[in-house]
């Protein structure tokens, strides 16, 4: 159980995808400019992100190795993704207009998002058992939801802020996403 805790208090915070292995970085970017869009985008992704990875988890252990179709991997992943995708697309078109309109293009790219497909590789990179897959699988997203949902609340702030001409936009951003990865960082000696 302990084994499993750490897991999940590295995943969520040490070695966050979005500061620490720069994945995921177009919906960061892009959907953090309010947080009721952050945590919208950030419930989507983790959506995809677990659905996924159960889906490609079973794929992988009870076709793929067992027929000795590992080398399919890749590709079988990317189109299980895109189905989760087109999939919660719909759900969320259909149940919350509002959601669906505030994401805008951010939702289908989703598809396109790195942090998805690495999470899917690496359950099966680090020979993670189905107890470990879940557990990553949520931590991931949940981390990714919490860095997307910080940052998006600074991003209110700083929008109300008196910045600098040089730093309005983007620019005060990457320099709030450097500060937020340097103090997620200091948490590595946490676990």
């Known amino acids: ?10 995943a969520v915070l040490i070695n966050n995808i979005v500061l620490t292995r720069f994945l995921g970085l177009c919906p960061f970017m892009g959907v953090s400019r309010k947080t009721s869009s952050a945590l919208g985008m950030g419930g989507a992704v ?5 659905g996924a990875s159960m889906f490609t988890y079973a794929l992988y252990h009870l076709v793929l190795n067992k027929y000795g179709l590992q ?31 505030s994401l805008g293009v951010f939702l289908p790219l989703i598809t396109t998002n790195c942090a998805v497909l690495y999470v899917a590789l690496d359950n099966i990179k680090q020979g993670f058992d189905l107890i470990e897959t ?14 997307l949902y910080l940052f998006s609340a600074i991003r209110e ?27 997620f960082g200091g948490l590595a000696g946490l676990v």
């Not at 590709?75 to 299980?80: D, K």
């Not at 879940?134 to 860095?147: D, E, K, M, N, R």
């Not at 109300?160 to 103090?183: E, R, T, Y």
């Open 134 to 147: 879940i557990v990553y699988s949520l931590a991931v997203p949940i981390g990714f939801t919490l860095v």
């Open 71 to 101: 080398y399919m991997d890749l590709i079988t992943f990317i189109l299980v993704i895109a189905s989760f995708v087109q999939f919660t697309e719909m759900i969320i078109k259909k149940y919350s207009p509002a959601l669906y309109k």
């Open 46 to 50: 983790t959506f995809v992100i677990f």
């Open 157 to 183: 702030r700083l929008d109300l802020s008196d910045v600098p001409a040089p730093f309005k936009g983007n620019a005060i951003a990457m320099v709030v996403a450097a500060i937020m990865a340097l103090a």
């Open 1 to 10: 159980m302990a084994e499993l805790f750490t897991l999940f208090i590295t």
